[in-house]
């Protein structure tokens, strides 16, 4: 796809009449949607990449002995199938898609319209947190059949776990945007949040069964609270201790990372 058609399709989508914010950024994300459907790297890590994976962990899972930890396979494997989709389908493919826009001018020359700059960071990551939003309603909807997995106890923890993740990992997507100087940089610049979390942040092994020191540390990462949030959405055994850390902790990642975004991201390529 080249830097010509991005922009043509961006411009064509945001040079309409268009008064409110909100107008303004579903142009956007029309014009981002079509862009998407038309990227088959960005299809693959966005949308199947992160319904693909899990799988590859009922094995694991089932050697973990999580019942031990009060735990059942699909306790585990539904946060992670989420956690997945947060990881690969908003940060690592939001955080090309940012550096693939400004890289082709189309950043650049968004700014000269009526889009403001957080409309164009959010305007471009409406159809990629959409797609996240309906593949975590599909992995619900599979645990429950495949996995016998019950009703949430507290569904609002798990909803507002799995929002406070989306916003997030769009925000640390920016963040890395800004250190990444093109779309083949950015696997590499995403590695280190995508091994962290995956590794420490209970998305393939439940901090319940790591040493209390080393679960205590894993706490403070960026998805920890995200994935924390959503298996006590179902276990509804958080305490409002644990409930308040988790949501100050999600908090904390992500007013950090608009900070940063609002101080450091870069319009124009990286030369």
Not at 103 to 126: F, N, Q
Not at 129 to 141: F, G, K, M, R, Y
Not at 185 to 196: E, K, N, R
Request: proline fraction near 6%; hydrophobic fraction near 55%; glycine fraction near 8%.
């Amino acid at each position: 796809m080249s830097g010509a058609t991005v922009k043509d399709s961006a411009t064509h989508a945001v040079g309409r009449s268009v008064t409110t914010p909100a107008s303004r950024m579903a142009a956007l994300a029309r014009a981002e949607l079509t862009l998407l459907g038309r990227s088959r790297t960005t299809i693959i890590t966005a949308v199947f990449m992160p319904l693909v994976l899990p799988v590859s962990l009922t094995p694991v899972v089932e050697d973990m002995k999580v019942e031990d930890a009060g735990l059942s396979a699909g306790l585990v494997l539904l946060p992670s199938a989420i956690g997945f989709s947060l990881l690969f389908g908003v940060y690592t493919a939001l955080a090309a898609i940012y550096t693939a826009r400004r890289e082709e001018l189309v950043l650049k020359r968004l700014r000269t319209g009526e889009l403001r700059d957080p409309e164009i960071l959010a305007g471009s990551a409406l159809p990629v947190l959409a797609t996240a939003l309906v593949q975590s309603l599909v992995l619900v909807a599979g645990s429950a059949v495949l996995l016998d997995l019950p009703a949430p106890e507290a569904p609002h923890l798990a909803v507002l776990g799995l929002l406070l993740g989306l916003v997030m990992c769009a925000a640390l997507a920016a963040v890395t945007a800004v250190v990444t100087r093109n779309v083949e940089g950015a696997q590499v610049t995403t590695m280190p949040m995508v091994l962290v979390s995956m590794s420490g942040s209970g998305v393939t092994v439940p901090l319940e069964l790591l040493p209390d020191r080393l679960a205590s540390f894993c706490e403070l990462l960026p998805l920890t609270p995200v994935i924390t949030l959503i298996r006590g959405g179902w276990t509804g055994n958080l305490s409002a201790y644990e409930t308040l850390g988790a949501l100050a902790t999600a908090l904390a990642w992500t007013l950090l990372a608009v900070f940063a975004v609002r101080r450091w991201f870069r319009w124009e390529p990286r030369r």
